[in-house]
Protein backbone atom coordinates (compact mmCIF):
# COMPACT_ATOMS: atom_id res chain seq x y z
CA UNK A 1 0.00 0.00 0.00
CA UNK A 2 1.51 3.40 -0.93
CA UNK A 3 2.24 6.14 1.65
CA UNK A 4 0.65 9.12 0.83
CA UNK A 5 3.11 12.30 1.74
CA UNK A 6 1.75 15.93 1.55
CA UNK A 7 3.35 16.61 -1.58
CA UNK A 8 1.62 13.63 -3.27
CA UNK A 9 -1.84 14.50 -2.47
CA UNK A 10 -1.56 17.87 -3.21
CA UNK A 11 0.39 16.93 -6.78
CA UNK A 12 -2.30 14.35 -7.17
CA UNK A 13 -5.63 16.43 -6.36
CA UNK A 14 -4.51 19.29 -8.46
CA UNK A 15 -3.95 17.12 -11.56
CA UNK A 16 -7.67 16.38 -10.78
CA UNK A 17 -6.67 12.81 -9.80
CA UNK A 18 -8.16 11.20 -6.26
CA UNK A 19 -5.69 10.55 -3.30
CA UNK A 20 -6.22 8.58 -0.63
CA UNK A 21 -7.86 11.60 1.18
CA UNK A 22 -8.80 15.32 0.62
CA UNK A 23 -6.26 18.13 1.89
CA UNK A 24 -7.36 20.73 4.26
CA UNK A 25 -5.67 24.29 4.88
CA UNK A 26 -6.46 27.59 6.06
CA UNK A 27 -4.96 31.20 5.78
CA UNK A 28 -5.22 34.46 7.35
CA UNK A 29 -3.20 37.43 7.94
CA UNK A 30 -0.99 38.49 10.77
CA UNK A 31 -1.29 42.41 10.15
CA UNK A 32 1.74 42.64 12.92
CA UNK A 33 3.92 40.14 11.32
CA UNK A 34 4.24 40.70 7.51
CA UNK A 35 6.41 43.88 7.40
CA UNK A 36 9.64 42.00 6.63
CA UNK A 37 10.83 38.66 5.77
CA UNK A 38 11.65 37.43 9.48
CA UNK A 39 8.06 37.95 11.04
CA UNK A 40 5.98 36.70 7.84
CA UNK A 41 8.42 33.64 7.96
CA UNK A 42 7.83 32.92 11.52
CA UNK A 43 3.96 33.49 11.54
CA UNK A 44 3.60 31.29 8.11
CA UNK A 45 5.67 28.14 9.66
CA UNK A 46 4.14 28.87 13.22
CA UNK A 47 0.67 29.07 12.01
CA UNK A 48 1.49 25.98 9.77
CA UNK A 49 3.01 23.64 12.26
CA UNK A 50 0.02 24.72 14.80
CA UNK A 51 -2.83 23.40 13.04
CA UNK A 52 -0.74 20.72 10.77
CA UNK A 53 -2.36 22.03 7.40
CA UNK A 54 -1.94 19.65 4.48
CA UNK A 55 -0.19 22.68 2.17
CA UNK A 56 -0.03 26.76 2.53
CA UNK A 57 -1.22 29.50 1.12
CA UNK A 58 1.92 32.23 2.31
CA UNK A 59 -0.09 35.65 2.99
CA UNK A 60 2.07 38.39 2.16
CA UNK A 61 0.60 41.99 3.43
CA UNK A 62 -1.89 42.32 0.45
CA UNK A 63 -0.12 45.84 -0.98
CA UNK A 64 3.46 43.94 -1.70
CA UNK A 65 3.03 44.29 -5.35
CA UNK A 66 1.67 47.82 -5.54
CA UNK A 67 4.85 48.65 -3.40
CA UNK A 68 7.18 47.52 -6.97
CA UNK A 69 6.33 50.92 -8.48
CA UNK A 70 6.44 52.99 -4.87
CA UNK A 71 3.10 53.42 -3.62
CA UNK A 72 3.65 53.85 0.33
CA UNK A 73 1.81 52.48 2.72
CA UNK A 74 1.13 53.63 6.66
CA UNK A 75 1.71 49.98 8.58
CA UNK A 76 0.55 50.55 11.92
CA UNK A 77 -2.80 51.71 10.50
CA UNK A 78 -4.70 49.36 9.00
CA UNK A 79 -8.70 48.66 7.83
CA UNK A 80 -9.35 45.05 7.54
CA UNK A 81 -6.17 43.85 5.61
CA UNK A 82 -5.11 47.01 4.06
CA UNK A 83 -2.81 48.99 5.23
CA UNK A 84 -3.77 52.86 4.75
CA UNK A 85 -2.14 53.99 1.02
CA UNK A 86 -0.34 57.37 1.72
CA UNK A 87 0.75 58.00 -1.75
CA UNK A 88 -0.27 56.31 -5.28
CA UNK A 89 2.62 56.60 -8.40
CA UNK A 90 -0.93 57.17 -10.06
CA UNK A 91 -2.23 60.40 -8.66
CA UNK A 92 -2.85 61.42 -12.26
CA UNK A 93 -4.23 59.39 -15.78
CA UNK A 94 -1.33 60.29 -17.26
CA UNK A 95 1.12 59.19 -15.05
CA UNK A 96 -0.04 55.67 -15.67
CA UNK A 97 2.35 55.83 -18.72
CA UNK A 98 5.46 56.51 -16.47
CA UNK A 99 5.17 52.91 -15.19
CA UNK A 100 8.33 50.46 -16.20
CA UNK A 101 8.89 47.21 -15.90
CA UNK A 102 10.63 46.21 -12.64
CA UNK A 103 13.44 43.87 -12.18
CA UNK A 104 13.09 41.21 -9.24
CA UNK A 105 16.35 41.81 -8.04
CA UNK A 106 15.75 45.48 -7.56
CA UNK A 107 12.94 45.72 -5.91
CA UNK A 108 12.84 45.55 -1.94
CA UNK A 109 9.35 44.05 -2.07
CA UNK A 110 10.14 41.42 -4.28
CA UNK A 111 13.59 40.80 -2.86
CA UNK A 112 11.88 40.29 0.72
CA UNK A 113 9.07 38.45 -0.30
CA UNK A 114 11.78 35.84 -2.21
CA UNK A 115 13.50 35.75 1.32
CA UNK A 116 10.37 34.99 3.09
CA UNK A 117 9.38 31.67 0.64
CA UNK A 118 13.08 30.54 0.66
CA UNK A 119 13.15 30.66 4.31
CA UNK A 120 9.77 29.24 4.65
CA UNK A 121 10.76 26.48 2.53
CA UNK A 122 13.80 25.46 4.58
CA UNK A 123 11.34 25.73 7.81
CA UNK A 124 8.72 23.08 6.02
CA UNK A 125 10.20 20.94 3.57
CA UNK A 126 7.88 18.49 2.68
CA UNK A 127 4.97 20.80 3.06
CA UNK A 128 3.54 22.19 -0.42
CA UNK A 129 3.77 25.72 -0.84
CA UNK A 130 1.74 27.97 -3.04
CA UNK A 131 2.43 31.87 -3.09
CA UNK A 132 -0.71 34.21 -3.11
CA UNK A 133 -0.14 36.87 -6.23
CA UNK A 134 -2.76 39.27 -7.33
CA UNK A 135 -3.73 39.59 -11.36
CA UNK A 136 -2.04 42.42 -13.18
CA UNK A 137 -5.57 44.25 -13.19
CA UNK A 138 -5.65 44.21 -9.15
CA UNK A 139 -2.88 45.39 -9.04
CA UNK A 140 -3.27 48.24 -11.03
CA UNK A 141 -6.01 49.13 -9.59
CA UNK A 142 -4.49 48.95 -6.20
CA UNK A 143 -1.78 51.18 -7.38
CA UNK A 144 -4.40 54.04 -8.41
CA UNK A 145 -6.05 53.90 -4.80
CA UNK A 146 -9.35 52.60 -6.50
CA UNK A 147 -11.12 48.72 -4.87
CA UNK A 148 -10.51 46.51 -6.96
CA UNK A 149 -14.03 44.83 -5.19
CA UNK A 150 -17.41 46.18 -5.54
CA UNK A 151 -17.08 47.28 -1.73
CA UNK A 152 -14.40 49.86 -0.47
CA UNK A 153 -11.07 48.42 0.55
CA UNK A 154 -8.23 50.65 -0.31
CA UNK A 155 -8.50 53.96 2.21
CA UNK A 156 -5.95 56.88 2.66
CA UNK A 157 -6.39 58.51 -1.32
CA UNK A 158 -9.24 60.44 -0.61
CA UNK A 159 -9.77 61.37 -4.72
CA UNK A 160 -7.81 58.74 -6.68
CA UNK A 161 -8.30 58.51 -10.98
CA UNK A 162 -11.71 57.43 -11.94
CA UNK A 163 -12.71 54.30 -13.70
CA UNK A 164 -13.64 56.49 -16.32
CA UNK A 165 -10.61 58.42 -16.91
CA UNK A 166 -8.48 54.83 -16.77
CA UNK A 167 -10.69 52.61 -18.59
CA UNK A 168 -12.56 54.93 -21.43
CA UNK A 169 -10.57 57.68 -21.78
CA UNK A 170 -6.91 56.21 -21.42
CA UNK A 171 -7.25 52.77 -22.77
CA UNK A 172 -3.93 52.45 -24.10
CA UNK A 173 -2.54 53.82 -21.31
CA UNK A 174 -4.17 51.17 -18.94
CA UNK A 175 -2.85 48.24 -21.83
CA UNK A 176 0.77 49.34 -21.25
CA UNK A 177 0.86 49.41 -17.62
CA UNK A 178 -1.19 46.19 -17.19
CA UNK A 179 1.75 44.86 -19.76
CA UNK A 180 4.14 45.92 -17.89
CA UNK A 181 3.05 44.78 -14.66
CA UNK A 182 1.70 41.38 -15.94
CA UNK A 183 5.51 40.79 -17.40
CA UNK A 184 7.27 42.03 -13.81
CA UNK A 185 5.04 39.66 -11.88
CA UNK A 186 6.12 36.71 -14.29
CA UNK A 187 9.57 36.78 -13.41
CA UNK A 188 8.56 37.10 -10.09
CA UNK A 189 7.01 33.56 -10.44
CA UNK A 190 9.74 32.06 -12.56
CA UNK A 191 12.24 32.83 -9.66
CA UNK A 192 9.36 31.75 -6.84
CA UNK A 193 9.66 28.53 -8.82
CA UNK A 194 13.64 28.67 -7.92
CA UNK A 195 13.37 28.84 -4.27
CA UNK A 196 10.91 25.99 -4.00
CA UNK A 197 7.59 27.09 -4.61
CA UNK A 198 5.19 24.69 -5.43
CA UNK A 199 2.75 27.28 -7.24
CA UNK A 200 0.29 29.92 -7.09
CA UNK A 201 -3.06 31.21 -5.70
CA UNK A 202 -3.72 33.45 -7.94
CA UNK A 203 -5.83 36.30 -7.04
CA UNK A 204 -8.54 38.34 -9.70
CA UNK A 205 -9.91 40.02 -6.42
CA UNK A 206 -13.22 41.28 -6.87
CA UNK A 207 -12.64 42.49 -10.71
CA UNK A 208 -14.61 38.79 -12.40
CA UNK A 209 -17.67 40.85 -10.61
CA UNK A 210 -19.67 42.10 -14.05
CA UNK A 211 -20.67 45.15 -11.69
CA UNK A 212 -16.67 46.55 -12.34
CA UNK A 213 -16.19 44.57 -15.60
CA UNK A 214 -18.06 43.28 -17.66
CA UNK A 215 -17.24 40.21 -19.91
CA UNK A 216 -16.45 42.69 -22.80
CA UNK A 217 -14.04 44.59 -20.53
CA UNK A 218 -12.76 41.56 -18.35
CA UNK A 219 -11.47 39.49 -21.16
CA UNK A 220 -9.77 43.08 -22.80
CA UNK A 221 -8.16 44.13 -19.59
CA UNK A 222 -7.68 41.03 -17.47
CA UNK A 223 -7.71 37.96 -19.33
CA UNK A 224 -4.47 38.78 -21.78
CA UNK A 225 -2.29 39.85 -18.58
CA UNK A 226 -3.64 36.89 -15.97
CA UNK A 227 -1.77 34.32 -18.88
CA UNK A 228 0.97 35.64 -19.18
CA UNK A 229 1.52 35.88 -15.26
CA UNK A 230 -0.10 31.67 -15.07
CA UNK A 231 1.46 30.86 -18.29
CA UNK A 232 4.58 32.07 -16.84
CA UNK A 233 4.40 29.58 -13.44
CA UNK A 234 3.21 26.10 -15.51
CA UNK A 235 5.94 24.44 -13.56
CA UNK A 236 3.76 24.69 -10.91
CA UNK A 237 0.16 24.08 -9.34
CA UNK A 238 -2.49 27.24 -10.32
CA UNK A 239 -5.20 27.75 -8.06
CA UNK A 240 -7.12 30.69 -9.59
CA UNK A 241 -9.42 32.70 -6.67
CA UNK A 242 -12.35 34.38 -7.99
CA UNK A 243 -13.35 36.72 -5.10
CA UNK A 244 -16.44 38.24 -3.67
CA UNK A 245 -19.98 37.83 -5.48
CA UNK A 246 -20.80 37.36 -8.86
CA UNK A 247 -17.25 35.56 -8.82
CA UNK A 248 -18.17 33.38 -12.11
CA UNK A 249 -15.80 30.75 -11.40
CA UNK A 250 -17.17 28.92 -14.65
CA UNK A 251 -15.51 32.05 -16.41
CA UNK A 252 -11.97 30.36 -16.04
CA UNK A 253 -12.83 26.86 -17.15
CA UNK A 254 -10.63 27.65 -19.89
CA UNK A 255 -7.55 29.06 -18.11
CA UNK A 256 -4.50 27.24 -17.56
CA UNK A 257 -4.97 26.66 -13.94
CA UNK A 258 -5.67 23.28 -11.31
CA UNK A 259 -7.16 24.68 -8.54
CA UNK A 260 -10.76 26.67 -8.71
CA UNK A 261 -11.53 28.71 -5.33
CA UNK A 262 -14.50 31.05 -5.07
CA UNK A 263 -17.09 32.00 -2.09
CA UNK A 264 -19.79 29.44 -2.60
CA UNK A 265 -21.99 31.81 -0.19
CA UNK A 266 -21.89 34.90 -1.81
CA UNK A 267 -24.67 36.75 -3.45
CA UNK A 268 -25.02 35.15 -7.40
CA UNK A 269 -22.03 32.06 -6.77
CA UNK A 270 -22.63 28.58 -7.35
CA UNK A 271 -22.28 26.19 -4.63
CA UNK A 272 -19.53 23.34 -4.44
CA UNK A 273 -21.02 21.07 -7.33
CA UNK A 274 -20.70 24.14 -10.01
CA UNK A 275 -19.68 23.22 -13.59
CA UNK A 276 -15.65 23.87 -13.51
CA UNK A 277 -12.75 21.92 -14.55
CA UNK A 278 -10.10 22.52 -12.31
CA UNK A 279 -9.93 20.92 -8.92
CA UNK A 280 -12.37 22.90 -6.30
CA UNK A 281 -10.53 24.66 -3.03
CA UNK A 282 -12.86 25.76 -0.36
CA UNK A 283 -16.16 24.84 0.52
CA UNK A 284 -16.39 26.60 4.08
CA UNK A 285 -17.30 30.24 4.97
CA UNK A 286 -15.10 32.09 5.83
CA UNK A 287 -17.63 34.02 8.05
CA UNK A 288 -18.21 31.44 9.99
CA UNK A 289 -14.40 32.27 11.98
CA UNK A 290 -15.14 35.43 12.41
CA UNK A 291 -17.39 34.95 15.09
CA UNK A 292 -16.17 31.56 15.71
CA UNK A 293 -19.23 29.45 15.31
CA UNK A 294 -17.59 26.03 15.97
CA UNK A 295 -20.04 23.77 15.47
CA UNK A 296 -21.21 25.31 12.53
CA UNK A 297 -17.71 25.21 10.97
CA UNK A 298 -17.35 21.32 12.22
CA UNK A 299 -21.01 20.78 10.43
CA UNK A 300 -19.99 23.13 7.31
CA UNK A 301 -16.36 21.12 6.60
CA UNK A 302 -17.84 17.86 6.97
CA UNK A 303 -20.93 18.36 4.34
CA UNK A 304 -18.30 19.65 2.13
CA UNK A 305 -16.08 16.59 2.70
CA UNK A 306 -19.37 13.98 2.09
CA UNK A 307 -20.57 16.49 -1.11
CA UNK A 308 -17.23 16.10 -2.28
CA UNK A 309 -15.97 12.15 -1.45
CA UNK A 310 -16.09 11.25 -5.36
CA UNK A 311 -14.00 13.97 -6.34
CA UNK A 312 -10.55 15.29 -6.14
CA UNK A 313 -11.26 18.13 -3.57
CA UNK A 314 -9.01 20.71 -1.38
CA UNK A 315 -10.84 21.51 1.43
CA UNK A 316 -10.47 25.15 2.62
CA UNK A 317 -12.22 28.37 3.90
CA UNK A 318 -14.09 29.87 1.01
CA UNK A 319 -11.74 33.07 1.61
CA UNK A 320 -8.91 34.49 4.09
CA UNK A 321 -9.92 33.42 7.71
CA UNK A 322 -10.87 36.98 9.89
CA UNK A 323 -8.44 38.33 11.83
CA UNK A 324 -10.84 37.81 14.89
CA UNK A 325 -10.37 33.69 14.68
CA UNK A 326 -10.18 31.83 17.45
CA UNK A 327 -7.99 28.87 18.10
CA UNK A 328 -10.70 26.56 19.16
CA UNK A 329 -12.39 27.46 16.35
CA UNK A 330 -9.29 26.39 13.86
CA UNK A 331 -8.66 23.51 16.08
CA UNK A 332 -12.05 22.18 15.27
CA UNK A 333 -11.53 23.31 11.16
CA UNK A 334 -8.67 20.83 10.80
CA UNK A 335 -10.02 17.82 13.72
CA UNK A 336 -13.05 18.18 11.20
CA UNK A 337 -11.15 16.34 8.16
CA UNK A 338 -9.55 13.67 10.49
CA UNK A 339 -12.90 12.64 12.08
CA UNK A 340 -14.41 12.30 8.34
CA UNK A 341 -11.36 9.45 7.90
CA UNK A 342 -12.29 7.70 10.89
CA UNK A 343 -15.73 7.20 10.26
CA UNK A 344 -15.33 5.71 6.92
Known sequence: MKTWTKQDRFNALLSGEKADRPIISGWRHFIDKEQNAFDLTSSTVNFTKKYDWDWVKINPRATYLSEIWGNEYDFTDYHSVFPRQLTTVIAKTSDIWKLEVRKVFKSSSLLEQLEACRNIRAELPETPLTQTIFSPLSVLLFIAGRSAYIYETVFGINAPVTFESLFVDNRSGVHHALHVIALTIAEYVQELDRVGINGLFYAVTGTANPTLFDDSAFNEFSRPYDLIVLEAAQNGKRILHTCGPNAQPE?????????????????????????????????????????????????????????????????????????????????????????KEISK
Do not use: Q
Open 251 to 339: KFNDYPIEGISWDTKATGNPGLLADVKATVVGGVDHHLFADNHVKSITKETKYALKLMENKPFVVAPNCAIPLSVKEESLHAFRKAILE
